[in-house]
């Protein structure tokens, strides 16, 4: 059964926030404040936030400084998942993972069926690891974040989380340099 290990102890990552927007701006990033607010309320810590116009070369550079900045696990994105022409989240995080993980997409869009029905199929969820840091793409929503956070991530951020969750993960990353 899925849960939390008491034996274990709780070991808090350094999450990046970058909200992809032509519009928003600190004081109107209500998706970008439900994340931070979720994420220390779990005991992370938010070490950098950003708001990014859609243009995948400035998400690119953005996501490019945060992989290499040894003080950043995990960087969440929101906004520009969608499928309209300004909509290019997900082409900028595809130019930078070295895996993706595709399973977190399909189970956003499972999980988020129940509550918005058949507009599941408009978002571009997407996961994936680059440079040992793990890069997370939902929509830009402050329901899309709470449902991202609270249904997956918030488990498998949590290295107390059994079976297995992408925290004790962390210091494999990398190990295809190291074998070279």
């Known amino acids: ?30 998706s970008g404040d439900t994340l931070a607010e979720h994420i220390a309320a779990a005991g992370h810590v938010v070490v950098e936030r950003r708001i990014v116009r859609d243009e995948i070369p ?29 909509d290019v989240t997900p082409e900028a995080f595809h130019q930078v993972y070295e895996k993706e993980i595709t399973g977190f997409g399909e189970l956003f869009r499972w999980l988020s069926y129940a509550k918005v029905g058949t507009s599941t199929i408009q978002s571009r969820a997407t996961a994936g690891v680059a440079g040992g840091t793990y890069l997370f793409a939902v929509p830009g929503s402050p329901g899309a974040c709470r449902d991202a956070w609270d249904d997956i991530l918030v488990h498998q951020l949590d290295n107390r989380h059994r079976p297995c969750n992408f925290v004790e993960l962390m210091p494999r990353l990398q190990e295809h340099k190291k074998a070279g």
């Not at 059964?1 to 992809?20: C, E, K, Q, S, Y």
């Not at 927007?21 to 109107?28: E, G, K, V």
């Open 1 to 30: 059964m899925p849960g939390i290990d008491p034996n274990r102890p709780f070991l808090p990552v350094h999450i990046a926030l970058l909200t992809v927007s032509d519009s928003r701006q600190a004081a109107t990033d209500k």
């Open 58 to 86: 400035v998400i690119v550079g953005c996501l490019q400084a945060w992989i290499a900045d040894p003080g950043v696990d995990v960087v969440i994105a929101t906004g520009g998942t969608g499928v309209t022409g300004r």
